[in-house]
């Protein structure tokens, strides 16, 4: 993983979070997720916090634009699927980055649009504990049942085999928008827009046909498959929610 992509999540993850909504035309509305996703219910950029801007509106169409590093994976799942479950058709923006939690509240879009000098990142769950063996082990557990309900949320989308996708979430793989809409996790490549931080990062594509890592092959093998931009997966039904274990303090650690 390029250490600058790193190095500029990790400042956005300190930067102010702004969730906010703008009203357009008739029932049409923007939504817009910029910084990182808070765990915590009272924050405006919680789960909790989106819920009731959402409340606050009869909306047809949602328009969410996401630039974000991630945090929270359990309030990204909770955002994805408030989002999911909304009755108004939602059209993704990835505005700038849409790395870790954030990509799975993309996986929520009836479309995801990516400018093409855009970028998603998706990985495994991660977190910081302290403790004994016994803690560490049962985090282990944790996080193992966290990736397989994030998983899922790909799946979704995701053209190719479970375990295709288990490997680019092993290897923290961050995905151009070609490369996002070759794997069904995006529908469009749109054109470019003008993003701080991102505008100034090198093209590493040179064209070649020998794959120097997995993502880079399985791109190959996909992108001739990518289906056309006027053509997206159904809106899947939500499945009943599961009890969970008071995991809270896990989250998405980039």
Do not use: C
Not at 32 to 37: K, L, N, S, V
Not at 62 to 91: C, M, T, Y
């Amino acid at each position: 993983m390029p250490n600058e992509l790193k190095e500029q999540i990790m400042n956005m993850m300190n930067k102010k979070t702004d969730i906010r909504f703008e009203a357009g035309q008739g029932k049409e509305y923007s939504m817009y997720i910029y910084g990182p996703i808070s765990g915590f219910s009272f924050s405006s950029r919680s789960a909790e916090g989106i819920r009731r801007q959402l409340s606050e509106v009869d909306a047809e169409k949602i328009h969410v634009h996401i630039n974000s590093p991630g945090g929270s994976a359990f309030d990204g799942v909770a955002i994805s699927n408030l989002l999911r479950n909304h009755k108004a058709e939602i059209i993704v923006h990835v505005d700038g980055w849409a790395a870790s939690a954030a990509s799975v509240i993309a996986m929520a879009g009836d479309k995801v649009i990516m400018p093409e000098n855009t970028m998603m990142m998706i990985h495994r769950a991660s977190t910081i504990e302290w403790g004994n063996a016994a803690l560490f082990e049962k985090t282990a557990a944790d996080l193992r049942k966290i990736d397989s309900a994030l998983a899922s949320s790909y799946k979704k989308r995701f053209v190719g085999t479970q375990e295709e996708l288990d490997q680019l979430l092993d290897d923290e793989s961050f995905l151009t928008a070609e490369e996002a809409v070759a794997f069904g996790l995006a529908d469009e490549v749109g054109e470019e827009i003008e993003i701080q931080d991102l505008e100034d990062l090198d093209d590493d594509d040179d064209g070649e046909e020998e794959y120097e890592n997995f993502k880079d092959k399985l791109v190959a093998k996909y992108a001739a498959q990518a289906k056309p931009n006027n053509q997206k997966p159904p809106k899947q039904e939500p499945t009943p929610a599961e009890s969970k274990q008071n995991m809270s303090k896990l989250f998405l650690n980039l």
